[in-house]
T-cell receptor, first 114, second 115 residues
Framework: DAGVTQSPTHLIKTRGQQVTLRCSPK?????VSWYQQALGQGPQFIFQ???????QRGNFPDRFSGHQFPNYSSELNVNALLLGDSALYLC?????????????FGPGTRLTVL | AQKVTQAQTEISVVEKEDVTLDCVYE???????LFWYKQPPSGELVFLIR??????QNEISGRYSWNFQKSTSSFNFTITASQVVDSAVYFC????????????FGGGTRLMVKP
């Protein structure tokens, strides 16, 4: 049973650039959420995708956008990168957008913005 | 609004000691769900337990146990006879029906178990 996978594992970008992170959900899951975890802090919810639409959004600017594909995989895009965007980006999957079932997390993508 | 507080930012124990990680939560909903996750140095959040607000029965899983008390809005996690492999950051998280499955996390507690 494949768990949540994310790519790449590490990424280094410079200010002003754009980045795309990828996530494949756990088998049987159709809902993907993205979280940002700054160093020494707990994860913060960015947004959630279900049926290829953004269903919920946390307190993040429009520079953060996403997409979900018919196979339920998802992308997180960040435009005009800032130094403060350096963080571990975690993807989580579950069944259904309103489900309170357990969310399972991937290994994360560590983004460094120089 | 939801809030999760983990007052202990860092705990250091010697192997075989028992340790309790505290978690206090706030929510206006009467139906909510609490979680504990473990984050080893690799970074992946590993699911440990999920409890709903209607089930206050404490749970034990091997060396792990959880004490859920609605009266004090707490969901504490105890590791008995700690081992070096328990060293990690532990997060308590909360969601409720209004939040869908958006998780609100505490700041985490870094546990260091020394041999």
């Amino acid at each position: 049973d494949a768990g949540v996978t994310q790519s790449p594992t590490h990424l280094i970008k410079t200010r002003g650039q754009q980045v795309t992170l990828r996530c494949s959900p756990k088998s049987g899951h159709d809902t993907v959420s993205w979280y940002q975890q700054a160093l020494g802090q707990g994860p913060q919810f960015i947004f959630q995708y279900y049926e290829e639409e953004e269903r919920q959004r946390g307190n993040f600017p429009d520079r953060f956008s996403g997409h979900q594909f018919p196979n339920y995989s998802s992308e997180l895009n960040v435009n005009a990168l800032l130094l403060g965007d350096s963080a571990l980006y975690l993807c989580a999957s579950t069944r259904g957008p309103l489900s309170t079932d357990t969310q399972y997390f991937g290994p994360g993508t560590r983004l460094t913005v120089l | 609004a939801q809030k999760v507080t983990q007052a202990q930012t860092e705990i250091s124990v010697v192997e075989k000691e028992d340790v309790t990680l505290d978690c206090v939560y706030e929510t206006r909903d009467t139906t909510y769900y609490l979680f504990w996750y473990k984050q080893p140095p690799s970074g992946e959040l590993v699911f440990l337990i999920r409890r709903n607000s209607f089930d206050e029965q404490n749970e034990i899983s091997g060396r792990y146990s959880w004490n859920f008390q609605k009266s004090t809005s707490s969901f504490n996690f105890t590791i008995t006879a700690s081992q070096v492999v328990d060293s990690a950051v532990y997060f308590c998280a909360l969601t409720d029906h209004n939040a869908g499955n958006m998780l609100t996390f505490g700041g985490g507690t870094r546990l260091m178990v020394k041999p």
